[in-house]
């Protein structure tokens, strides 16, 4: 049981937008540490869209972005399109010298 | 072009070992460390634990310490993950990914399909 919390399903319709939570449950964290996601289509690797809690590597859509507010973050796609549908995932340091995924959100376009 | 590259899918018996190999090309191993991640079938992430290439240096993950070995072989720009005393719930994808003690890895292997069985 992961100590980071996404909800197991969303969805939308094209040109939406939508956002995907991630919040740490262990007890009095205020704050994370460097929040990352990564979108995972089937059968192929996780790829990085945001790190830091809100940048994006390069080459990432601008359609993505990345905050954080005490112990949860967000990621919110804008203008959804089909090529969306994919799992994310969000990570985070847990410790110090480890680090913990979330149990990742299927997101489905409509 | 920056790429790693894992090796192929293994099948093996309970209680047996596993070692799955990435090969890093365009871009020196050595420089950002190495992090192996899990993916158990039909579920989420896992962080197996990372190696610091220039150094050597390891952490592990809780759940895999005393079973999981990470090593590098910096004239071949390759990492290897041993994985021991092999269940049936070690059946999963492996993935290695570039990055060591970061939580932003921005460059994947395409992943190796491990299946235990009895």
């Known amino acids: 049981q992961s100590v980071l919390t996404q909800p197991a399903s969303v969805s939308g319709s094209p040109g939406q937008s939508i956002t995907l939570s991630c919040i740490d449950m262990?007890?009095?964290?205020?704050?994370?540490?460097?929040v990352s996601w990564y979108q995972q289509h089937p059968g192929k690797a996780p790829q990085l869209i945001i790190y830091?809690?809100?940048i994006r590597p390069p080459g990432v859509s601008h359609r993505f972005s990345g905050s954080q507010s005490g112990n949860a973050a967000s990621l919110t796609i804008s203008g959804l399109q089909a090529e969306d549908e994919a799992d994310y995932f969000c990570s985070s340091f847990v410790g110090g010298d480890t680090v913990m995924f979330g149990g990742g959100t299927k997101l489905t376009v409509l | 072009q920056h790429q790693l590259v894992q090796s192929g899918t293994e099948v093996k018996k309970t209680g047996a070992s596993v070692k799955v190999s990435c090969k890093a090309s365009g871009y020196t191993l050595s420089d950002l460390g190495i992090t192996w991640v899990r993916q158990d079938p039909g579920h989420g992430l896992v962080w197996m634990g990372w190696i610091g290439a220039h150094n050597g240096d390891t952490d592990y993950a809780q759940n895999f310490q005393g079973r999981v070995t990470l090593t590098t072989d910096i004239f071949r720009n390759v990492a290897y993950m041993e994985l021991t005393s092999l269940r049936s719930d070690d059946t999963a994808v492996y993935f290695c990914?570039?990055?060591?003690?970061?939580?932003?890895?921005?460059?994947w292997g395409q992943g190796t399909r491990v299946t235990v069985s009895s």
């Open positions: 262990r007890s009095g964290v205020s704050a994370y540490s460097s």
């Open positions: 990914a570039r990055g060591w003690r970061v939580n932003n890895f921005d460059l």
């Open positions: 830091d809690a809100t």
